[in-house]
C-alpha cells in the first residue's frame, strides 16, 4: 500500500443516494484500497453526523462536523472579504485545524479534494504532499447558467458568483497536480476557462453500482396507475424543480391526450413547495423520499430526464439505464454519457420529448428493446471498477511541480 491519504468533502459521502454522495463514496472505498484514509468532511444535519459511523470500516480517522452557516450569513461574508459565497459558506476552523494535525503527524502522501469548496483547506506548504482536485463538475458554469435566466438582483448575484467562483477554480487547478472532472465535455469546458492542458486536466467518470441497479433484483414496485413515466432526483434542486415543473404542465397533457392514463411520478426527497403542487394536476405524483428508488424505476415503462440545465454526467440517467428502462433524456442530461443515442436512449428537447415518450408509450416492444440495450450499454463501460480504474495512477504519480 502506498502512503496516507487525507479526503477532504464538502458533505458526508454516505450513504450513496445523491450525486455527490454517489461519486465521493466510490472514490473513498478506491482509495481506502491504496492507503489509510483520513476523512474531513461536513454533515448538512444530524441525520448526516450519524452517517459518518458507516464510512468505519474505510477510514483510519475522521473528523465530521455540522454545517450551520446560512446562506445570507455567508452571503454577508463573502461581500466583506471578496469571495465567492461557496467558499464562505463552507469556512470551518474546525476542519482547517483537522487538516493541519494530520499534515503534521500523519505520514500523508496525497491530498484528495472533493468539490472545490474544499480546496481552501489545502495549505500552500503542504510538504510532499500531492493534491488531487475532483472538482467533478464547472461549478461557475452553473451560476453563469443562472445568471442568464435569472431577474435582478439574482441576476447580478450569480453574475458575480461566477466570476469570483471561475477565478478561484483556476488558481486551484493551477496548484493541483492534477484536477478531475467526471466528464469529457466538463474537461473541455474548463481547459478553454483555464489554459490548462492533459498534463493537469483530465476525465474520471462515474459509474453505477450494477448489482444493486439490476433488474433481475427482485424489489417491490409501487401500486400506483399505469403506464408509469418516472423522474428521480433530488427535488429541491432548482434545475430537477424546473424540469419537472416544465415536463409536468406543458408535455404530460400533450401525452396523456394520447395516452389518457399515463402517469408522471417525480420521485425523490425534499419537494419543494412548487413541486408538491404539481400533486394536483392530473395524473401527477409526488412521492418524496422513497425508501428504494428501485422499486419506481423497476415500475416506470419509461424514465424521462429533461432538464434544460445540467452539468456533468446524470446519474439518474445511468441508473435507469442500469436498471433496463427506456430513458427519454434532454440534450444537456446526455451531454457526458456514452451511449448511442436512438438505440440505447432518446435524446430529445423540449419540443419533442412528449413524441419522444408517446412512441415508447404506444410501442412497448420498441422500448423493451431500448432498454435491453441501456442495460447492455452499462454493463461492458459503466462499473465503478472500470470507472475509476486510473484512479491508483493518479494518486501514486509523484508530484509534478514543487509548490
Keep these: 500500500m502506498m502512503g496516507d491519504i487525507l479526503f477532504l468533502a464538502h458533505r458526508v459521502p ?24 483520513h476523512l ?51 469556512e470551518s476552523a474546525g476542519i482547517a485545524g483537522f487538516v493541519a494535525q494530520t499534515l503534521r503527524e500523519r505520514p500523508i502522501e496525497t491530498i484528495f479534494v472533493f468539490s472545490g469548496q474544499m480546496a481552501q483547506f489545502v495549505p500552500a506548504d503542504r510538504g510532499a504532499a500531492r493534491f488531487v482536485m475532483d472538482f467533478v463538475d464547472v461549478d461557475s458554469a452553473k451560476f453563469a447558467a443562472y445568471a442568464d435566466t435569472a431577474r435582478q438582483p ?73 403506464p408509469l413515466i418516472v423522474f428521480t432526483g433530488q427535488m429541491d434542486y432548482p434545475p430537477n424543480m424546473a424540469a419537472v415543473i416544465r415536463f409536468a404542465r406543458e408535455s404530460l397533457p400533450a401525452i396523456r391526450a394520447t395516452v389518457p392514463g399515463a402517469t408522471f411520478a417525480i420521485v425523490g426527497r425534499n ?10 394536476l392530473p395524473g401527477v405524483i409526488v412521492t418524496g423520499a422513497v425508501a428504494d428508488v428501485r422499486g419506481w424505476l423497476a415500475a416506470a415503462a419509461v424514465v424521462v430526464a429533461p432538464l434544460d440545465l445540467a452539468r456533468g454526467i446524470q446519474n439518474k440517467v445511468l441508473e435507469a439505464m442500469a436498471m433496463g428502462r427506456p430513458v427519454v433524456a ?38 423493451a428493446r431500448l432498454g435491453l440495450a441501456a442495460r447492455a450499454r452499462l454493463v461492458a463501460d459503466y462499473s465503478w471498477e472500470s470507472r475509476l480504474a486510473p484512479l491508483a495512477g493518479l494518486v501514486t504519480a509523484p508530484r509534478a511541480v514543487a509548490v
Design 14 to 37: 454516505y450513504p450513496p443516494d445523491r450525486g455527490d454522495k454517489i461519486r465521493s463514496f466510490h472514490l473513498l472505498k478506491a482509495l481506502a484500497k491504496l492507503g489509510r484514509v
Design 40 to 90: 474531513a468532511a461536513f454533515a448538512d444535519d444530524a441525520a448526516d453526523e450519524g452517517h459518518a459511523a458507516a464510512l468505519d470500516p474505510y477510514v483510519a480517522t475522521r473528523h465530521v462536523e455540522r454545517r450551520t452557516r446560512s446562506q445570507v450569513a455567508a452571503g454577508l461574508a463573502a461581500l466583506r472579504t471578496g469571495r465567492p459565497v461557496s467558499l464562505a459558506l463552507f
Design 154 to 226: 439574482m441576476r447580478r448575484i450569480h453574475a458575480r458568483e461566477a466570476r469570483l467562483l471561475g477565478a478561484y477554480e483556476i488558481a486551484t487547478a493551477a496548484r493541483a497536480d492534477a484536477s478531475l472532472f467526471v466528464s469529457e465535455a466538463e474537461v473541455a469546458l474548463f481547459r478553454r476557462h483555464s489554459g490548462l492542458g492533459a498534463e493537469k486536466v483530465q476525465a474520471l467518470g462515474n459509474g453505477v453500482d450494477l448489482a444493486f441497479f439490476d433488474p433481475a433484483v427482485a424489489v417491490e414496485r409501487p401500486n400506483v396507475p399505469t
Design 271 to 280: 419537494p419543494a413547495p412548487a413541486v408538491r403542487a404539481l400533486a394536483a
Design 330 to 367: 434532454s440534450p444537456a442530461a446526455f451531454e457526458g454519457i456514452e451511449a448511442v443515442a436512438g438505440a440505447e436512449l432518446i435524446v430529445a428537447d423540449a419540443a419533442g420529448e412528449a413524441v419522444a415518450v408517446i412512441g415508447l408509450l404506444t410501442r412497448p416492444d420498441a422500448a
